[in-house]
């Protein structure tokens, strides 16, 4: 599902603060560059408030960002919707035990980790990235979150790469965009 436009002025504007960088950060990638977003505050907020809007009274008790731009999104909703965060970083930034998952993306291949213990069984979660292209990276993410016990309730993600089809590895879990990128 995706916030369209004609139901919030608001998606617009956040469209309208993603850079496209191409051939980075190899030949034939489209990059969306989130940074021109943070630059411009009332667009970083509106883009935190849609979040916070959709998912506050929905009893989700852990929000997991993805490294490393789900770190400037998730904790901001975490703390709006009254729920923990929980990184999941690349490996080896994590002190102690973690599990541990590897995934393919549009341009190589990656691992996340997640401490042992951060998410407890019964817990209900949600992940967090700036976008989705290939569907392996929220993939991982939701295998370390079940692997724990918890939840997935859903994923969330600033932006989608509809022609990738990332949507269609996540089995069903519903995932909430507020911008394609066509």
């Known amino acids: 599902m ?4 004609d139901q919030d002025p608001r998606i617009y504007d ?12 190899k030949p034939g990638i489209m990059f969306q560059d989130i940074t021109t977003l943070l630059l411009d505050p009332k667009a970083f907020k509106d883009t935190i408030d849609l979040f916070v809007d959709r998912y506050k009274g929905k009893n989700i008790s852990v929000v997991a960002g993805i490294e490393a731009r789900g770190f400037i999104f998730g904790p901001p909703i975490a703390l709006a919707i009254g729920a923990k965060f929980v990184p999941l970083r ?27 213990g951060a998410v407890e069984a019964g817990e209900r979660a949600l992940v967090v ?11 991982a993410a939701m295998n370390l979150l079940e692997r724990a016990g918890a939840e997935v309730v ?19 879990k519903p995932l909430y965009v507020l911008v394609e990128y066509r």
Not at 14 to 25: E, M, N
Not at 99 to 110: A, H, M, P, V
């Open 2 to 5: 995706s916030a369209r436009k």
């Open 14 to 25: 956040i469209q309208s603060r993603i850079r496209v960088v191409p051939d980075f950060p």
């Open 90 to 116: 690349k490996p080896k930034k994590l002190p102690g035990k973690v599990f541990k998952q590897e995934y393919d993306l549009e341009y190589g291949s990656d691992c996340l980790e997640m401490h042992i």
């Open 129 to 139: 990235d700036d976008l989705i292209a290939t569907g392996g990276t929220l993939c």
């Open 154 to 172: 859903e994923c969330a993600c600033v932006i989608e790469i509809p022609e990738l089809k990332g949507k269609e590895k996540l089995n069903g």
